[in-house]
């Protein structure tokens, strides 16, 4: 008999404990451990979005009886709050960041950084089960040996990349490696649920490039090792596996997008609107090319617009939270999203983004891209 499912079962990100990418350090105390952290995220302060996270060590400490936010004027931010620690808000506090560092003399972490201090084998010890996927190793003596207990867990320790505290860019570099294996996977979605009542037929079957255009946009994001999804507003008719129909109804292209993560939420989505005829092979390159994966999204602009266009663009995984807090404020459009957040701009020539909405428009287009061929 099967069992009865009470909610509905949907893809999760994968985050293990707090955040996508996550390393704990231990083996030594916390002031070393929180100073190795603050070295490395200085070594490159613009690539990542690093959090930490830590244990209060005032046992005196009480808490504020209201939260108080101190904000300067150039963005920086001091809070004060109490809240319960609870994993699930922990994930999507965290959710945002390209890499969340954990104090592991209080937290456990996926992977691990092990910092060998003489004075903490009994430490190590006692915490050999949180011990599982070392990153690297770090030596406060860098004549030491490795501790017995960790030699008879791992005997291939010593091919284990070995470092001293000094090492800060060796240390970087092996963490920028593990970040870059973990950078989501590019999938694109050909926005293609508009009624097209202004045309009076169907935009994504216009022919501008020989074909209709959905299948000119399908084409060309193959082309460029990039699988295409349709987002649309209604199941079609003849169902195939790369149509996503909206689960957000009636949010246009933002439900579109929002549907689109529900149904793979591990992925960055390249969503480029079906009524932008002259989005071509360059431009496509251009967003892949130029992509910033510790930003919210990548996305282009016109040089003389005002305002990016969100209908060209690569939507982070990190985004479809910040689209969801969007919409429980009542807000559905993603250009306030992205002008809201932290993201990549690209500024192209006006053209790119044109989009033809009417038979007068679909007109003007046909005879530029004609003109320019």
Same mark, same amino acid.
């Given at each position: 008999?099967?069992?009865?499912?009470?909610?509905?079962?949907?893809?999760?990100?994968?985050i293990?404990?707090?955040?996508?990418?996550?390393?704990?350090i231990?083996?030594?105390?916390?002031?070393?451990?929180?100073?190795?952290?603050?070295?490395?995220?200085?070594f490159?302060p613009?690539?990542?979005?690093?959090?930490?996270?830590?244990?209060?060590?005032?046992?005196?400490?009480?808490?504020?009886?209201?939260?108080?936010?101190?904000?300067?004027?150039?963005?920086?931010?001091?809070?004060?709050?109490?809240?319960p620690?609870?994993?699930?808000?922990?994930?999507?506090?965290?959710?945002?960041?390209?890499?969340?560092?954990?104090?592991?003399?209080?937290?456990?972490?996926?992977?691990?950084?092990?910092?060998?201090d003489?004075?903490?084998?009994?430490?190590?010890?006692k915490?050999?089960?949180q011990?599982?996927?070392?990153?690297?190793?770090?030596?406060?003596?860098?004549?030491?040996?490795?501790?017995?207990?960790?030699?008879?867990?791992?005997?291939?320790?010593?091919?284990?990349?070995?470092?001293?505290?000094?090492d800060?860019?060796?240390?970087?570099?092996?963490?920028?490696?593990?970040?870059?294996?973990?950078?989501?996977? #590019? @999938?694109? &979605? !050909?926005?293609?649920?508009?009624? +097209? =009542?202004?045309?009076?037929?169907? %935009?994504?079957?216009?022919n501008?490039h020989?074909?209709?255009?959905?299948?000119?946009?399908?084409?060309?994001?193959?082309?460029?090792?990039?699988?295409?999804?349709?987002?649309?507003?209604?199941?079609?008719?003849i169902?195939?596996?790369?149509?996503?129909?909206?689960?957000?109804?009636?949010?246009?292209?933002?439900?579109?997008?929002?549907?689109?993560?529900?149904?793979?939420?591990n992925?960055?989505?390249?969503?480029?609107?079906?009524?932008?005829?002259?989005?071509?092979?360059?431009? #496509? @390159?251009? &967003? !892949?090319?130029?992509r910033?994966p +510790? =930003?919210?999204?990548?996305?282009? %602009?016109?040089?003389?617009?005002?305002?990016?266009?969100?209908l060209?663009?690569?939507?982070?995984?990190?985004?479809?939270?910040?689209?969801?807090?969007?919409?429980?404020?009542g807000?559905?459009?993603p250009?306030?999203?992205?002008?809201?957040?932290?993201?990549?701009?690209?500024?192209?020539?006006?053209?790119?983004?044109?989009?033809?909405?009417?038979?007068?428009?679909?007109?003007?287009?046909l005879n530029?891209?004609?003109?320019?061929?």
């Open positions: 008999m099967k069992k009865h499912q009470k909610h509905t079962s949907l893809v999760r990100r994968k293990k404990n707090y955040a996508p990418t996550e390393i704990s231990l083996g030594t105390k916390c002031s070393v451990i929180a100073k190795l952290v603050q070295k490395i995220a200085h490159d613009t690539s990542l979005k690093i959090g930490y996270l830590d244990a209060s060590h005032n046992e005196a400490y009480v808490p504020p009886s209201f939260d108080s936010y101190t904000q300067q004027t150039h963005g920086h931010i001091k809070i004060h709050r109490i809240e620690n609870n994993q699930y808000q922990k994930r999507i506090q965290f959710s945002a960041y390209d890499l969340l560092f954990i104090n592991g003399n209080h937290f456990e972490g996926e992977q691990q950084i092990l910092i060998l003489p004075s903490k084998e009994a430490s190590i010890q915490r050999l089960s011990i599982n996927s070392i990153v690297c190793i770090v030596k406060t003596d860098p004549s030491m040996d490795y501790f017995p207990c960790l030699q008879e867990k791992f005997p291939t320790i010593s091919s284990i990349p070995t470092y001293t505290l000094s800060i860019e060796a240390i970087y570099q092996e963490i920028s490696s593990l970040i870059n294996t973990k950078t989501p996977p #590019i @999938q694109g &979605l !050909i926005l293609a649920g508009g009624k +097209s =009542k202004r045309m009076g037929r169907d %935009k994504t079957q216009l501008y020989g074909k209709p255009q959905r299948t000119y946009l399908e084409d060309l994001l193959q082309s460029k090792g990039v699988a295409p999804y349709i987002s649309v507003a209604e199941p079609p008719k169902a195939t596996p790369n149509y996503i129909v909206d689960t957000y109804l009636n949010l246009g292209p933002f439900g579109g997008i929002c549907s689109a993560f529900q149904y793979n939420p992925v960055a989505w390249l969503v480029v609107a079906a009524d932008v005829p002259f989005v071509n092979s360059t431009l #496509i @390159q251009q &967003l !892949i090319t130029h910033n +510790s =930003k919210f999204a990548t996305t282009i %602009k016109g040089k003389t617009r005002e305002f990016m266009e969100p060209i663009t690569i939507y982070e995984p990190k985004a479809y939270s910040q689209l969801l807090q969007f919409l429980a404020m807000y559905a459009c250009k306030k999203m992205l002008i809201n957040n932290d993201v990549e701009v690209i500024e192209v020539d006006d053209l790119y983004v044109t989009n033809v909405n009417t038979p007068e428009e679909f007109t003007n287009a530029k891209l004609n003109k320019n061929a």
